[in-house]
């Protein structure tokens, strides 16, 4: 599973292909759709303090980024944000960008997978090929080795992807 300089990466390749062209430099927007993309392993943390759903279960879903896009969407418009449909979709957007990229994860915890049709359905799901490589959740020194090279590696595969998409955004414009 990517790690959050991965899913950061997402979200603003998501931001990136499908801002307003005047919200492309906007960087509150930028910032609020790439924590969307990593907003999914908050469940991390829940499972630590409170026990639990393993992680990757429902908030590894396209049905919470459905629910993540329309709550933005209430939030965004109360907050009198301009556009607010356009980025709670975003925000929605983001949110399944980390689900795409988990499914191409390399896991080494059960259960494999994510859940990513919930609601739907309470299967998991994982890609047949693996393109990014495992995070581990320790603080051992061959634990940070490993998750520093799974990073430089999303940054390898992910930063060309946004670069090329704001290059053709700005072209455009």
Partial sequence: ???????????????????????????????????????????????????????????????????????????????????????????????????CLDLFGGDTHPPFGLMALWPWSSDYFKAPVVLFLDIGRTLELSTVWQNAVAAAWEVVLLLPILLAVTRLRRRKS
């Fill in 1 to 99: 599973m990517p790690s959050p300089v991965g899913h950061a990466l997402g979200g603003l390749i998501v931001h990136a292909a499908g801002a307003h062209r005047r919200d492309l430099q906007d960087w509150p927007r930028i910032a609020l759709v790439a924590v969307a993309a990593c907003a999914p392993d908050l469940d991390l943390l829940l499972r630590y303090a409170f026990g639990g759903q393993p992680h990757r279960a429902q908030s590894h879903s396209l049905g919470l980024a459905v629910a993540a896009g329309v709550l933005a969407v209430a939030f965004l418009a109360l907050g009198r944000w301009p556009r607010p449909f356009g980025l709670g979709l975003l925000v929605g957007l983001g949110w399944a960008s980390h689900v």
